[in-house]
């Protein structure tokens, strides 16, 4: 599951990898089909559904094949007092389709035009009203739907306490045609569809928050791309009512320290306790790439931000207990000859900042550390250390 949402807003929703949207703090999730010419299809058993982020912002953009190109739902959080969530669905194809939006979960459903309540409270704002709909109590709409004999006309206002209502709202999307849906605003009635950001000025907003903090420009490509989500998942999950140790710790540890001490205060005692923890040594190549991988699945951008932000960060920069301080304590295979930077990295004596570049063989050493702390690299030479604030040396090349 991917959190989405804004900086400022605790509200947001979760996206699973199939594309559904469960809104926080609502007992509803919205799901989505696509009635193609040949067919309707469902995610959740389409073989051929990818998910991404877009330019690594918490923008989850979920693609499913049809007939001539690909259905796009895209879900991202927009600033508004709310915290609106918006999906996107983009017709990629050369042919038109309907686009099925199914309410799961609700104890309530009305719909006036365009607007759909939900338990009683703000649920959906569609660019219109929907063509046709479909409602079951305690089953799904699927054989319905799916079947062509989803409904016309007025949608009767329904009720269920127990939470078993499944409503499906269809909507015709040409070919090359985006429409939008709001999920959860805090004023419907307010609501312009066309004026709110779009995904692609979500995913520009988010590269500003992103380039704050310690930065590092990795050799890794995929793994440069995994630490950019994973900042973007710790800063939401920090915002959040129930924040974990790992998330907050992580903030602190990339110098996202107002951010950090904010969630501090909405820790368990067994969640400061772990935000307290901190590693007796750097952590093994085998470690990170196990934590890289599964923060790249889509169910794993969010569970493994933390524990990803705390490994890569001991790795570049750890902090001994004497106060030394190892800079890239294992050099990755794939870095051996390739320039790394990394800068303004938060430790309890100052900012840190270090580069290497190489020479043929031997990697040279560039470095701004606080005056008297001692600063070694094992992975680049396990015999060298220096006391100086900064400094270039050229190094052996050879691992601990």
Same mark, same amino acid.
């Given at each position: ?25 609502? #007992? ?21 559904v990818?998910?991404t ?6 923008v989850?953009?979920?693609a ?7 259905a796009?739902?895209?879900?991202? !959080?927009? /600033?508004? *007092? ?30 006036? !035009?365009?607007?759909? $309540? ?10 219109r ?37 499944? %409503?499906?709202?269809?909507? /015709? ?12 605003? %805090?004023?419907?009635?307010? @609501? ?33 791309? *995994? ?62 790439? $196990? ?10 951008v ?18 001994? #207990?004497?106060?030394?301080?190892s ?23 100052? /900012? @840190? ?27 680049l ?12 040396a ?6 601990a």
């Open positions: 599951m991917t959190r989405v949402g804004v900086l400022g807003r605790p509200r947001g929703a979760f996206v699973d990898p199939t594309g559904i949207v469960v809104p926080d703090d609502r #007992g509803w999730a919205l799901a989505w089909r696509i009635g193609a010419d040949d067919r309707w299809r469902m995610p959740e058993r389409e073989a051929a990818r998910q982020l877009l330019d690594d912002a918490p989850v953009r979920t499913m094949r049809v007939p001539g190109g690909d796009l739902l895209t879900c991202y !959080g927009v /600033p508004d *007092a709310g915290g609106t969530v918006m999906v996107e669905i983009t017709n990629d194809s050369a042919a038109p389709f309907v686009a099925g939006l199914v309410v799961r979960g609700a104890r309530s459903v009305a719909q006036d !035009g365009g607007a759909i $309540t939900i338990d009683r409270g703000p649920g959906l704002v569609l660019p009203a929907p063509s046709r709909w479909s409602v079951a109590v305690a089953g799904t709409t699927d054989v319905e739907v799916c079947g062509g004999a989803a409904r016309e006309g007025p949608f009767p206002p329904l009720r269920d306490r127990a939470g078993r209502i499944e %409503a499906a709202f269809l909507l /015709p999307v040409p070919h090359r045609v985006t429409i939008r849906v709001a999920i959860a605003p %805090a004023t419907p009635a307010e @609501v312009d569809l066309g004026g709110v950001p779009s995904s692609d000025d979500a995913a520009r907003g988010w590269t500003a928050q992103l380039d704050r903090g310690m930065r590092v420009d990795l050799p890794d490509a995929r793994l440069t791309s *995994a630490v950019r989500a994973a900042l973007a998942q710790v800063l939401l999950e920090a915002q959040s009512a129930r924040p974990g140790g790992d998330a907050v710790a992580a903030l602190e540890d990339w110098g996202f320290d107002a951010e950090a001490a904010d969630a501090w205060r909405s820790l368990s005692s067994r969640s400061r306790r772990r935000a307290r923890a901190r590693p007796t040594r750097p952590p093994t190549l085998d470690e990170l790439d $196990t934590l890289a991988g599964r923060s790249t699945t889509p169910d794993g969010s569970a493994y931000a933390g524990p990803l932000l705390r490994c890569l960060r001991a790795l570049l920069a750890f902090e001994a #207990g004497d106060g030394s301080l800079l890239l304590a294992e050099l990755p295979d794939g870095w051996r000859g390739q320039a790394l930077d990394v800068r303004d990295v938060p430790t309890r004596h100052g /900012p @840190v900042s270090y580069a290497v570049r190489w020479h043929g063989e031997r990697p040279a050493l560039l470095w701004s550390a606080p005056a008297g702390v001692r600063v070694c690299a094992p992975g030479d396990p015999d060298w250390s220096s006391v100086d604030a900064s400094g270039e050229l190094l052996t090349g050879s691992a």
